[in-house]
């Protein structure tokens, strides 16, 4: 009844629970600054209901482009960077086609891959989950890629591709690169400033993460005029709607409000690492977003007692790679405390 491929589908499902503390879904644990709450919803009371939202669509984009110093024509705004991803896969994949990624990362690569029909060939990372740039290059070449992604600092991992190194392969391969970097507020060193030397380069990038803006679907891509006309055509007409826009507007505008929080983040990242570093047992991998990834032995245990708890993190079962890792996003400084003695207090008793 379905088109071929559609039922063996994984469904993306993150197990919502009735959670005391949520750590599962890289989230700001964190509402709106109240002063952009205000904003946010004194500028909802007077948006134009009856007319689509080409004002509202400009208006963010132009806020965007004078960020980046670059124009209009560069920015396309989408229901968060789901949207932009699975439009680049759709835009340069399809039969016959190859797209290029590294594994372990963002899994929804491998189901855009196998929604639009593509050859997914992914290049796993190595083991300390650094890329090896070189084999990944080859990889490209070897089956004439149409499309390479890659996300950094990377989901799950926590890890990043240096900034040199994205060039490099902007370089020295053929087709787009897009790098998606949901997670690149908590490290602070875009790609985006390469987007006018290497008209291959795609930057996808999201409200949802930073800007605790999950619930509102905005992500935007910066690229070459070119591509952002192309992938243009892939949406549909005003497919992002007039509240998300004017809301995320009004975040751009203030997002100044957001650093404190940020710096929060970063800090109780280090904090964290540092305390599970002690933990014996326990491999903790260095992270630049707003989660930390570890490695246990027992990980289904320790996700269990967790769980009894109801702090939910994220568990990746026997995934490729990813065997025994939890991922925990970074929330506030009491919700860290809570599942970092939990944690410590199932490790030594086990
Ligand atoms: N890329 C990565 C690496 C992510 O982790 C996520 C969210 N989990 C996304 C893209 C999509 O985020 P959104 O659609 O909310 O922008």
Known sequence: MYRQGLESLPTYDVSEKDWKIKLNANESNLNLPPLVEER????????????????????????????????????????????????????FGGPKRSIVFPMPSFSMYNIYAKLSESEAKVVPLEADYTLDVKKFIQAVQECDAKLAVVCTPNNPTGTIIPLADIEYIAKNIDCPLAVDEAYVEFYGISAASLIEK???????????????????????????????????????????????????????????????????????????????????????????TNFILIRYENAVALNEYLESLKIGVRSFGNAPGLENCLRITIGTREENDQWLSAVKAFVERS
């Open 40 to 91: 946010v919803i004194a500028r909802l009371g007077r948006v134009a209901f009856n007319r689509y939202p080409d004002t509202e669509m400009d208006d963010l984009k132009d806020l965007i482009a004078r960020n980046f110093r670059l124009n209009e024509e560069n920015v396309l705004v989408a229901n968060g960077s789901s949207e932009i991803l699975e439009k680049l896969f759709f835009a």
């Open 198 to 288: 290497y008209p291959n380069l795609i930057v996808a990038r999201t409200f949802s993460k930073a800007y605790g803006m999950a619930a509102a679907r905005v992500g935007y891509m910066l690229a070459g005029k070119d591509i952002i006309h192309m992938i243009g055509k892939a949406c549909m007409p005003y497919h992002v709607n007039v509240l998300s826009l004017a809301a995320a507007a009004i975040v751009y505008q203030m997002r100044d409000e957001f650093v404190p929080r940020i710096q929060m983040y970063v800090a109780e990242r280090k904090r964290m690492f540092e305390a599970l570093e002690k933990i014996k047992g326990i491999t903790v991998y260095p992270s630049e």
